[in-house]
């Protein structure tokens, strides 16, 4: 008589949850016919599952106070929605179709929800934009030490001061170095991967990384301006587009983008393998 | 931006899922508190993301991966630990088997009769999360393979196999209580 292999018990577990496709029912029916320990074993199996399963007490509802304080909140939600609706019937018509349109169309939207990136970052409150002195033609500038940071996070070299998964650790981190900062995850359909640190001699730039259920990668870059010294650059068109107000977008290549824009006194940068308009469904929107 | 008719959508598709999001942060979290603030999070996630859904496709399944992505960037921290799991209670499993006289007892009907539901679960709270997630998402959600591999990201192949062991695990515990009001013999 044929041993009961593993991989049959694994078939009898699938047969018992009815996952099975017509061919591996049968061939596992067959096997269960001739085996007492694949039949003792279903019968163990099966009286698991019945027992997790019919006990109401392992359910536990959600209570009443809850679902309560949630649709509370969808209320108040709405009602935000409604009064940004109302502004950006006033502010729309300023802007362009571009391939930015995805943003551009929900201006103030779009800045509320990235200013959740942006408070991944140094005191950002206090953050300000490189004056009219900087030298722009500088190589090392703002936005491609995003991409380089983007890239060195891609190929594991970057040199870092901190590399963590763990949000709290990244709390620790600039709580250690006395740094008055906020970190707040952005609203983003994908999973928090890591945030990294990286610590020059003038700069510091937090990169936060995602995955996306595609599997691909964003970097986020953040730096603090306030008291460095000689802060990085940016460049003239960046700082001129982002300084209306505007969105900077730029496809680096054919698989990467680099976005800049401006809240208030803050740059923001986005490096990604996501094509922008991709790029824009995986951000929630909402009012600041 | 959600509409009225978007928010009365909402209501309809993704509300009644609330039980079972609360279950299942309750069941991972262990803790009330932290589980009602995962489910806030997660519909409020959901909420501002629902012009992104696709009406007519899986909601539930949708909000449990919105769930999953919210627990672990907010318990992150020991994920990437391979889970411990006890082998040693699946072989032994595998010798109760052996050794049990199949023709004894009505297996399926009566031998977990007598134990009590705080018992049974215990036994599940005390599974590894991975096989905690399966048995939750499978035996009490109800949810098919296909849809636990999408939760999970993972082959279908890992899900019956991790239901498996789950079972295996379980099915030892709770023949060990089991066993403890006599009704399960020794073998």
Known sequence: MKQSTPQMFELVTGSIDNQLSQSEQSSIDAEIAKSASLQFYAQ????????????????????????????????AIDQQQSQQTENENVSTSKMTGSVFSMFIARPYRAVA???????????????????????????????????????????????????????????????SK???FTVELPIIDGEFQGATVCEGSSHKIVTVVYKTKENKLIAMSEMKMEGDKTPLPIYDDVKSTVKQGGWY???VNNNTSFVAWKKNDVLCTVVSDIPVEQLAKLFSWEKV | ???????????????????AIYNYAQRMCNDPDEAEDLVQETFLKAYRFFDKFEIGTNCKAWLFRILKN???????KDTKEPEKVDYGSIEEFYELIRDTNSNSINLEDTIFENVFDDEVSTALQRLPDEF????????????????????????????????????????????EYAKSKGFAKDS
Not at chain 1, 45 to 60: D, F, G, V
């Open chain 2, 1 to 19: 931006m959600l509409n009225e008719e978007q928010r009365k959508q909402f209501e309809k598709e993704a509300i009644p899922h609330m039980d």
């Open chain 1, 113 to 175: 929800s990235f200013l959740l990136i942006i408070m991944v970052g140094y005191g950002v409150t206090k953050m300000v934009l490189p004056n009219e002195s900087i030298n722009f033609s500088s190589d090392n500038n703002f936005c491609s030490q995003s991409l380089v940071n983007y890239e060195l996070l891609n190929s594991g070299s970057a040199s870092l001061a901190l590399k963590t998964n763990n949000i709290e650790e990244l709390r620790s981190y600039f709580k």
């Open chain 1, 249 to 251: 977008w730029q496809k």
């Open chain 2, 70 to 76: 919210t627990f672990i960037n907010k318990y992150r």
């Open chain 1, 44 to 75: 163990i199996e099966r009286a698991t599952k019945n027992t997790i399963q019919s006990r109401p007490s392992l359910r536990h509802s959600a209570p009443e106070s809850l679902r309560t304080s949630i649709l509370s909140q969808l209320d």
């Open chain 2, 132 to 175: 905690r997630t399966v048995i939750i998402l499978c035996d009490i959600e109800g949810m098919t393979y296909e849809e636990i591999a999408e939760f999970l990201d993972c082959p279908i192949g890992t899900v019956r196999s991790r239901l498996h062991r789950a079972r295996n695990v379980l099915a030892t515990t709770l023949l």
């Open chain 1, 178 to 180: 006395n740094l008055n």
